[in-house]
């Protein structure tokens, strides 16, 4: 079993800045891929960004626009999505996730990612 936990969400203006964290356990963890996503009141859930815990790639939605970063810090069991910029069309429910896939394309994909965090609020004002 996998368990994943978000924090470091909050209220910004626009402008400003918010670092997510997720904290992983569980067995054989160290295989997976991350993800971050995110969804907003009546829309469906929208890819942020991905990176493996193996290797240095990192994938990101097309909205980012260079206003986000996705790292992990392997020996404590964490990945950080930092946030600048942010704007209130940035405002949503952020939750990170994990999966076993070893192609790059299906970790665009929230039907791919087999564990959840139970999310954690941004809220961006204007």
């Known amino acids: 079993q996998v368990q994943l936990v978000e924090s470091g969400g909050g209220l910004v203006q626009a402008g400003g800045s918010l670092r997510l964290s997720c904290a992983a356990s569980?067995?054989?963890?160290?295989?997976?891929?991350m993800g971050w996503f995110r969804q907003a009141p009546g829309k469906e859930r929208e890819f942020v960004a991905a990176?493996?815990?193996?290797?240095?790639?990192?994938y990101y939605g097309d909205f980012v626009k260079g206003r986000f970063t996705i790292s992990k810090d392997n020996a404590k069991n964490t990945v950080y999505l930092q946030m600048n910029s942010l704007k209130p069309e940035d405002t949503a429910v952020y939750y990170c996730?994990?999966?076993?896939?070893?192609?790059?394309?299906?970790?665009?994909?929230?039907?791919?990612?087999?564990?959840w965090g139970q999310g954690t609020q941004v809220t961006v004002s204007s």
């Open positions: 990176i493996r815990w193996s290797g240095p790639s990192t």
């Open positions: 569980g067995r054989t963890f160290s295989s997976y891929a």
């Open positions: 996730a994990a999966t076993r896939l070893t192609y790059s394309i299906g970790l665009y994909y929230a039907r791919n990612y087999d564990y």
